[in-house]
């Protein structure tokens, strides 16, 4: 039981290219989250998802683009990159539920240059 | 606006001895939910306690126990008898919204306090 896994765990891009981070859950889970971790700042939500092919901006969306085709799965698309979006994301899930906790993967780590 | 506040970057606690992290927030929603999640230096986020507005119990997790005074808005985490692995970052989490399902469920987090465990 893996739990929440992301991929990869780090990149370094340069400025204006793109790339997708893959977030799969095993739990079963209905509703997922990307969010973003800058120093001093907490985490942020960038975008959510409350079911297979339904997605929702969240705080922080402009620059990010996702997809939740597969149950199990919620990508987080930067289409071009800048080096703002330089921050360690965190995607999570959870069951429903109003105490639900949300489970976390383990972060990916982007740098863009 | 809602928001978490935690206004303790650092703390230092020492080992054996309990410590108090504070978590103030404030919405308008009567219906949310406080959470309190681990840090390690890891990176890893670690779920450790929830409480219900409409809790009037304070939730107890082992060690960790919420300090939940409602009129105040504030819910503060306790750890009793720190040890080592207890340095990390902790968040204080607020989940607000809902409608008619728990899908549009939001969280709020705040900017964490970093707790160092002295031997």
């Known amino acids: 039981n893996a739990g929440v896994t992301q991929t990869p765990k780090f990149r370094v891009l340069k400025t204006g290219q793109s790339m997708t981070l893959l977030c799969a859950q095993d739990?079963?889970?209905?509703?997922m989250y990307w969010y973003r971790q800058d120093p001093g700042m907490g985490l942020r939500l960038i975008h959510y998802?409350?079911?297979?092919?339904?997605?929702a901006k969240g705080e922080v969306p402009d620059g990010y683009n996702v997809s939740r085709l597969k149950k199990q799965n919620f990508l987080l698309g930067l289409e071009s990159a800048a080096p703002s979006q330089t921050s360690v994301y965190f995607c999570?899930?959870?069951?429903?539920?109003?105490?639900?906790?949300?489970?976390f993967g383990p972060g990916t780590r982007l740098t863009v240059t | 606006a809602q928001k978490i506040t935690q206004t303790q970057p650092g703390m230092f606690v020492q080992e054996k001895e309990a410590v108090t992290l504070d978590c103030t927030y404030d919405t308008s929603d009567q219906s949310y939910g406080l959470f309190w999640y681990k840090q390690p230096s890891s990176g890893e986020m670690i779920f450790l306690i929830y409480?219900?507005?409409?809790?009037?119990q304070n939730a107890t997790e082992g060690r960790y126990s919420l300090n939940f005074q409602k009129a105040r808005k504030s819910a503060n985490l306790v750890i009793s008898a720190s040890q080592l692995g207890d340095s990390a970052m902790y968040f204080c989490?607020?989940?607000?919204?809902?409608?008619?399902?728990?899908?549009?469920?939001?969280?709020?987090f705040g900017t964490g306090t970093r707790l160092k465990v002295l031997a």
């Open positions: 999570a899930s959870r069951r429903g539920g109003s105490g639900a906790e949300q489970y």
């Open positions: 998802s409350v079911g297979e092919g339904t997605t």
């Open positions: 989490a607020m989940r607000e919204g809902g409608g008619l399902t728990s899908g549009t469920y939001k969280y709020i």
């Open positions: 739990m079963n889970h209905e509703y």
């Open positions: 409480q219900g507005s409409y809790d009037e």
